[in-house]
């Protein structure tokens, strides 16, 4: 839901809910000052009734003094009472809508001559009907001025006050570190999207300048470690080529096993940040089934190497949206991944449908929790050669492309699920 459709909805909620507040308080207030306006009149009624009785303009029995005193009664007392009035409410048939109607009542007792008075008069200058009915409509009339009211202000004048805001959003979803390029801060005539837009831009400019360093520096510490590794390396190999006790030689074996895992531990976090950085530009429809085949083909030697019996149960043409090349460090990822991690004449299992990629292989346990196994640097104890990062480069191409992995051990097999949709 937009910010502006939001905050109509909500002025709205508020708006219907102190309305009604306010016409429950307006009809009591309405009834409340219509009754005291009708105890006054019955009061001056009381007073004039009395003055008439003193003058001995009025009988001692139930009587009708005009049209307008209809609702009067006057009836003279059998025993001296003390003079009181009393208010209160009754209900009166009302013949024009033929039902009862509430109506406030004043009975007053009056001494007169040493004669008691018994004097009650009724009525209702308005309806409590009509006091419901009249409130409801001005609140309805003002509920509609209201949604008119939000409408105009969430949809014209909230659209070109916000209008800065959605700029900068607009900039913001557009952004790219690879462009290297920040936001520069819009003008804004509302003090905190003026702030907004300066803090964007200082913190846009400071993200380019870090990632032009990390880039610079990643592809710096790669380039330069490869060289002295390609040195030590041939050295390594020179010194192999001399007479060397088993002793020394063993020495030298395990140097070169140390630089080629220093190797491939740069080219692996190099590849990684290039990932992370997003460098891999514009995603292509890959064949997968395609680059299975193909790329299955190319470990056949590795594969009679170790012995390894391979599987596969793919579906013909299946198109991946990804970058080539993602695809391929995917595929070559997960699939050197079910070889190094293989047990002696072990199996590898490959199945491909239109949704998902399943590769599985025969090995013993984890010896740690599963849900570290595509971290970075985690890695089984079993396998003291890995260098960690191969799952952690397979997590982040899936990440990147909204796909989802899952990893599950069964009767002795690691299976990895890759879900494309």
Avoid: C
Avoid at 47 to 76: A, F, P
Avoid at 385 to 404: A, C, H, P, R, T
């Amino acid at each position: 839901m937009k910010l502006t459709s939001k905050f109509v909805l909500i002025y709205l909620v508020v708006t219907l809910i102190v309305l009604s507040i306010g016409g429950y308080l307006s009809y009591h207030i309405i009834k409340d000052e219509v009754d005291s306006e009708l105890k006054w009149r019955f009061m001056d009624r009381v007073e004039r009734i009395t003055y008439l009785i003193e003058e001995g303009h009025i009988m001692d029995d139930t009587t009708s003094v005009s049209d307008e005193d209809r609702n009067l009664t006057i009836r003279q007392l059998s025993r001296q009472v003390e003079p009181k009035v009393e208010v209160r409410d009754t209900m009166v048939w009302h013949e024009r809508l033929q039902q009862k109607e509430p109506n406030l009542k004043l009975i007053a007792h009056r001494n007169v001559n040493n004669k008691s008075y018994y004097i009650a008069t009724y009525g209702a200058l308005i309806e409590t009907d009509d006091i419901t009915e009249a409130v409801t409509k001005i609140l309805l009339w003002i509920l509609g001025m209201q949604v008119i009211g939000a409408i105009g202000v969430g949809f014209i004048v909230s659209n070109r006050l916000f209008k800065p805001f959605r700029e900068t959003l607009n900039q913001l979803k557009a952004f790219n570190l690879q462009n290297k390029e920040p936001i520069e801060a819009g003008q804004a005539n509302v003090e905190e999207f003026a702030d907004l837009n300066h803090f964007v831009e200082q913190m846009t400019r400071k993200a380019v300048a870090d990632y032009k360093n990390l880039k610079e520096f990643a592809e710096n510490a790669s380039h330069e470690l490869q060289t002295p590794l390609a040195i030590i390396k041939g050295k390594l190999e020179l010194l192999t080529e001399t007479d060397l006790n088993p002793e020394q030689y063993q020495y030298v074996d395990d140097s070169q096993r140390a630089i080629k895992k220093l190797s491939r531990l740069s080219e692996s976090l190099s590849l990684l940040t290039k990932i992370e950085n997003h460098e891999f530009g514009d995603a292509d429809e890959v064949n997968m089934t395609k680059l299975i085949r193909e790329s299955t083909q190319s470990f056949h030697e590795f594969i009679k190497l170790n012995d390894l019996s391979v599987q596969t149960d793919l579906t013909e043409d299946v198109m991946v949206h990804i970058h080539p090349a993602l695809a391929d460090i995917l595929w070559t990822n997960l699939f050197q991944n079910a070889i190094k991690h293989n047990i002696e004449e072990g199996k590898i299992s490959i199945t491909l449908t239109e949704e998902t990629l399943t590769i599985g292989n025969t090995g013993k346990p984890l010896d740690m929790q599963p849900e570290k196994l595509f971290e970075r640097f985690k890695k089984d104890a079993q396998n003291t050669e890995s260098i960690g990062l191969g799952l952690s480069i397979i997590k982040q191409i899936v990440d990147q492309n909204g796909y989802q992995i899952s990893y599950r051990y069964n009767d002795g097999w690691h299976n990895i699920k890759v879900t494309f949709s």
